[in-house]
């Protein structure tokens, strides 16, 4: 079975303050780790994939296999990403093909204020 | 690129009629489609995996009679709520596979009185 927790509901920081999002999973066998945003009256859409390894809009995310671990960062939040974000895991087959299905987390609702 | 539309965007029906909600990906062709469920407040919940030219695969729990998935092309997958029930009330995210990411529709939310 696979699980995802995201242990905040809720998570506010100032403008300029670092923020981190956490999400940890339990998967036996070989994850793909991604981070989704839900911002306001708009649709899901992917943040990042752990395979990518980039940085989108100054949010990184380091796959840590020994904490499974997937947390989310950014070193400077902006009132723009006040946002949901879910973090979802796809299990792959022994060949690195991903399975496709997501599991979710609850999710955490991220406040920046100004 | 990669954009998938859904329609309706809501719907309101009467308990026991049937409610078909389109998902299309409109400039990509994906051969898997996804089908979830979200409750006010909740996080995403898989119902089931449509693939293109076969049946649907259901998640544990979810009643494949109830909700009927369809996938005749590689760019539409529907479901059908059958019989619809007022705890069928809900709003529903379809997604769509490319390259082993997926991207999601907009929603329908679902109200059945």
């Known amino acids: 079975a696979q699980r995802v927790t995201q242990p905040e509901k809720l998570l506010s920081v100032f403008k300029g303050a670092p923020v981190e999002l956490k999400c940890n999973y339990s998967?036996?066998?070989?994850?793909?780790l991604f981070w989704y945003v839900q911002y306001s009256r708009q649709r899901l859409q992917l943040l990042l994939r752990h395979i990518s390894r980039e940085s989108i809009k100054g949010f990184t995310a380091d796959l840590n296999k020994g904490e499974t671990s997937f947390h989310l960062k950014k070193p400077f939040a902006q009132e723009e990403d006040s946002a949901m974000y879910y973090c979802?895991?796809?299990?792959?087959?022994?060949?690195?093909?991903?399975?496709?299905?997501?599991?979710f987390g609850q999710g955490t609702i991220l406040t920046v204020h100004p | 690129g990669a954009v998938v539309s859904q329609h309706p965007s809501w719907v309101i029906c009467k308990s026991g009629t049937s409610v078909k909600i389109e998902c299309r990906s409109l400039d990509f062709q994906a051969t898997t489609m996804f089908w979830y469920r979200q409750f006010p407040k909740q996080s995403l919940m898989l119902m089931a995996t449509?693939?293109?030219?076969?049946?649907?695969?259901?998640e544990q729990g979810v009643e494949k009679d109830k909700f009927l998935i369809n996938h005749a092309s590689l760019t539409l997958s529907t479901l059908t709520v059958t019989s619809a029930h007022p705890e069928d009330s809900s709003f529903y995210i379809c997604?769509?596979?490319?390259?082993?990411?997926?991207?999601f529709g907009p929603g329908t939310r679902l109200l059945v009185l």
């Open positions: 997604s769509a596979a490319s390259l082993g990411t997926q991207y």
């Open positions: 998967y036996s066998g070989s994850p793909e």
């Open positions: 449509s693939n293109e030219g076969s049946k649907a695969t259901y």
């Open positions: 979802a895991l796809s299990g792959r087959d022994a060949g690195g093909t991903s399975y496709g299905k997501l599991t």
